[in-house]
């Protein structure tokens, strides 16, 4: 839907904006005192313009923000984005509508971290009485470039908004006292709990769900992993997309790895990278969430983090889960619909295997 036309004197002021001789000759400002000037002059107009878009929604604000940042004639192709929140809008809905607005920019304009030469795109969020505004100044080929979008404070505060449509949700499905190295869920279309895979330091297990029980179907021997090594490691790789074979990865060999009615292991030496995190698909949309703990030390409780996939994974989490103690491995279903932790219970001493889900609304 194209935007509607903004009031005359808006546009003369987004034009002079355009042009940087002019605004360095006859200004004579700064380029953060320029930016702080052109940011209060624009919300003047902001605040007594009815045609300004308006959007019905945190994420909705953040996507034609984007869109319209996107279309800005001769901008440079990639920006280095830089969020600032000037309003009272909460902390955690102003991440919200900073991961909705780089989601919609994509990774291909946005860089992970400010290179040189990189060109800065400034995102403000600013307030009126009726209004939350978020202005953008965009480089571009001819000077910097003003685009706008605005929420109704009113429409924020009924939906009752805190930033998050969903939330992450943990389920014990096994627990046992040997150490796993990894575990998976092989989703099946009956929509029940599909086989469970359990990776331990001599074998891989199959487990399939009768009666609300796992029952142990079949179990094969894998390549010996060195008991000195203080931290083994171990991961089940299950094919994705147009990929038609799944994978079990250990130190220095890759097993093919085949299942029927038993389990098949076709092991070769092979070098790899292990994971650091995992994709989680959401119910509540079609979006495509980053899944990763955050601890990295074993000797203390863990927390799982949600992040954009859309956008570098140093950028702030979404949502996160605390857990019973440091997350060993991350792995995630056929459709990535639902993951797997691996735990190990500091409380207890068990060695359990979380699914993990996100569940709608707050």
């Not at 480089?139 to 685009?147: D, L």
């Not at 009666?211 to 994705?240: F, Y």
């Not at 295997?353 to 709608?360: D, E, G, K, N, S």
């Amino acid at each position: 839907m194209p935007a509607a036309p903004l009031h005359p004197s808006f546009e003369a002021v987004i034009s002079s904006t355009r042009n940087p001789v002019y605004a360095k000759q006859k200004l004579s400002l700064s380029r953060s005192r320029g930016w702080l000037f052109v940011r209060l002059l624009l919300a003047v107009f902001v605040f007594s313009s009815p045609c300004l878009p308006r959007a019905d929604s945190l994420e909705d604000a953040g996507r034609v923000l984007a869109r319209k940042v996107a279309a800005v004639p001769q901008r440079e192709r990639h920006l280095f984005l830089s969020w600032q929140n000037h309003s009272s809008l909460a902390e955690e809905n102003s991440e919200a509508l900073k991961q909705s607005f780089a989601a919609e920019l994509g990774g291909e304009i946005l860089v992970e971290k400010q290179e040189p030469g990189a060109p800065q795109l400034q995102i403000s969020v600013e307030e009126s009485p009726a209004f939350y505004i978020l202005i953008a100044s965009v480089p571009a080929a001819n000077g910097e470039a003003i685009r706008m979008a605005r929420i109704a404070r009113a429409a924020l505060a009924s939906s009752g908004s805190s930033g998050a449509r969903f939330r992450l949700s943990k389920e014990l499905i096994w627990q046992q006292q040997e150490p796993i190295l990894d575990a998976v869920e092989m989703s099946e279309d009956s929509g029940k709990p599909g086989p469970l895979l359990i990776l331990n330091r001599d074998s891989l297990s199959l487990y399939r769900s009768e009666n609300d029980r796992w029952e142990l179907q079949d179990s094969k021997r894998v390549p010996t992993i060195e008991k000195t090594v203080r931290a083994p490691r171990g991961e089940i790789r299950l094919s994705v997309g147009s990929e038609k074979q799944d994978s079990l990865v250990l130190s220095e060999q890759t097993c093919d790895i085949t299942i029927a009615e038993k389990i098949e292991l076709n092991c070769r030496a092979a070098s790899h990278s292990w994971r650091d995190g995992i994709l989680l698909a959401s119910p509540c949309d079609r979006g495509v969430w980053w899944l990763k703990a955050e601890s990295g030390d074993w000797s203390v409780p863990d927390r799982l983090s949600l992040r954009n996939s859309s956008v570098p994974k140093s950028a702030s989490s979404v949502v996160e889960l605390d857990l019973p103690g440091p997350a060993l491995s991350i792995a995630s279903g056929r459709r990535a619909r639902s993951d797997t932790a691996v735990v190990f219970n500091l409380s207890t001493g068990n060695y359990e295997v979380y699914r993990i889900t996100l569940a709608c609304g707050n």
